[in-house]
């Protein structure tokens, strides 16, 4: 029983599930167990080899590792010195539908806003507007998240934070439409290339966990880790395995095992039985509803409601080696490492060039990137096994040609070609319909609304994940494994909530016996 016993267990390990038990196993010496039913942890955050050479799963950058609480929470994980970070020149490039190319240049705010300013010249105010919203809402989020992690200070911005942080507070309501105000859907198009990172279309789109994440990309720049989304993952995985922690792939969770109301242990695929004083998901919570829980009393009203909700974009993706590099078929690829091509249909196609960040693959005269285009879950879902086997060749014929185009002579070069698909995310993630950010990021399912709509009346049942707050994309699973573990385990926080407590009380007490002595008394 006592190898079976641990602290904390959680369920997946993507990286909400991975930052959530760092902190636990670094900061509470947490006896943690990480149990993940795939044969590769990190999630969407992970790697696969093909003819010698490693090809990252998603497409990814991260802003923020200067100036903003983000690199703080990376820090707190133990992470951020573990990772080499590369420095992108552009943030990214745009070849428009009239073959014209543009490129963002990265942490360059003001030559980005005169370039755009330039071939914009009749929304001057809108591009201002833009770049000055986000700059004042990243600069307030840093203050109302470091005013949240200091005892003293954290009293004053509970009570103050609609005033001193407006931006912040009522972020959940505020569409990102609104901040770019504009009808010339060219420069909307071209600011919003980002926001890929957060879902796949504008309308109903919140301002949190999208331009508050916008600030780290604009102002600090974009970075990737060298060695792709995988050495992110195994640095995580490091600092569990250092602290004490275990984990075990190719574990399945099937039942999460229930007492009294409370998640006490789980039960795995090969029948092992594992038990600990609370459970964290990071897995897909209609999976968990549906399936690993036995008594229906306690979620069928939750399942039920998160079954209604909006669930967020899927992708196709063709992954890409090539016999030489990227320069030899077009010289304006050399340096670059995010693109996207304006398609006529507008459904764009967005390709990361690995092997201009990670460098091995350069050095051997190699080509590494996948190509990245939105996809409906509904297209895929009913196929038969010879329909999809044929759908998935004349996808990639398709993809290819269009290529040729840019690359020429791409074909010939192939060393390596293979289709992704919905169902593909769905088979490795157990995500629902290969979602990649959870739930979609609307005004009714974004904010602490995003954690209400997961809570049942389990104890010791918790969410880390792009399914819950703040959302989806590498930062917001981070993030939210850094929330789970502020509110539910970290000591240090129970210490600030009391203290406020305190305060607020005596604040009460105080003008309770002024009022009473100068009103009633005299």
């Known amino acids: 029983m006592k190898d079976n016993k641990y602290d904390i267990i959680v369920i997946g390990s993507g990286l909400g599930g991975l930052s959530v038990a760092s902190l636990l196993a670094n900061q509470e010496n947490k006896k943690v167990l990480v149990l993940e039913q795939h044969y590769l ?14 090809i990252d799963i998603s497409l990814h950058q991260t802003g923020g590792l200067k100036s903003t609480f983000y690199k703080n929470i990376l820090k707190k994980c133990l992470v951020f010195d573990r990772i080499k970070w590369v420095k992108h020149r552009y943030l990214y490039s745009l070849i428009k539908k009239d073959g014209t190319w ?9 030559k980005n806003k005169l370039d755009l300013y330039n071939r914009y010249p009749n929304d001057k105010f809108a591009i201002w507007f833009w770049f000055a919203f986000i700059r004042a809402i990243g600069r307030q989020l840093a203050l109302w998240e470091y005013g949240l992690s200091n005892i003293f200070i954290a009293p004053i911005m509970r009570v ?29 198009k071209e600011l919003f290339q980002l926001m890929g990172y957060f879902g796949d279309r504008l309308e109903g789109m919140t301002v949190q966990n999208s ?28 600092v569990i395995k250092e602290n004490g922690g275990t984990l075990k792939k190719n574990r399945r969770v099937e039942k999460i095992i229930i007492k009294n109301k409370k998640a006490v242990g789980v039960k795995t695929h090969r029948d092992e039985l ?24 306690l979620i069928n009203k939750l399942r039920d409601r998160l079954l209604k909700k909006e669930i967020s974009m899927t992708a196709e993706v ?9 320069e030899d078929l077009n010289p304006k690829f050399s340096d670059l490492y995010e693109l996207t091509i304006e398609l006529p249909d507008d459904n764009d196609i967005v390709l990361t060039i690995q092997s201009n960040v990670f460098g091995k693959e350069k050095v051997e005269g190699k080509t590494v990137f996948n190509a990245f285009k939105i996809a409906k879950y509904e297209d895929w879902k009913n196929l038969t096994e010879e329909e999809y086997k044929y759908k998935k060749e004349e996808k990639t014929d398709k993809f290819l040609s269009l290529l040729e185009k840019y690359l020429p002579g791409i074909k010939k070069h192939l060393l390596v070609c293979e ?33 209400s709509q997961l809570s049942s009346k389990i104890k ?59 009103f009633l008394v005299v």
Not at 41 to 49: D, I, K, N, S, V
Not at 102 to 110: E, I
Not at 172 to 188: A, D, F, Q, W
Not at 284 to 297: G, L
């Open 274 to 297: 594992f038990y600990s004083d609370a459970v964290i998901c990071n897995a897909n919570p209609i999976s968990v509803f549906n399936t690993m829980i036995e008594d229906r009393s």
């Open 419 to 451: 289709y992704a698909t919905p169902k593909t995310m769905q088979r490795y993630t157990l995500n629902e319909n290969g979602a990649i950010y959870g739930l979609a990021n609307t005004i009714k399912q974004t904010g602490f609304v995003r954690n």
């Open 102 to 110: 543009h490129n963002f240049y990265n942490a360059n705010v003001k």
């Open 460 to 518: 010791n049942l918790y969410f880390s994940s792009a399914w819950a707050f703040p959302g989806g994309g590498y930062e917001g699973a981070i993030r939210s494994g850094y929330y789970i573990f502020n509110k539910y385990f970290c000591r240090k926080e129970r210490m600030r909530k009391r203290f406020f407590y305190f305060v607020l009380g005596l604040f009460i007490i105080i003008h309770i016996y002024i009022f009473y002595m100068y």
């Open 41 to 54: 942890y990190g999630g969407y955050a992970t790697h696969f080899r093909r003819k010698g050479s490693l």
């Open 160 to 188: 103050f934070a609609p005033i001193l942080t407006p931006l912040v507070v009522f972020s959940h309501i505020i569409r990102v439409e609104s901040i770019l105000r504009t009808r010339n859907e060219e420069l909307k």
């Open 318 to 326: 063709i992954y890409i080696i090539l016999d030489c590099p990227i």
């Open 211 to 238: 331009l508050t994440a916008m600030y780290g990309y604009y102002y600090d720049g974009g970075f990737t880790a060298q060695g792709g989304g995988q050495a992110i993952s195994d640095a995580f995985m490091n």
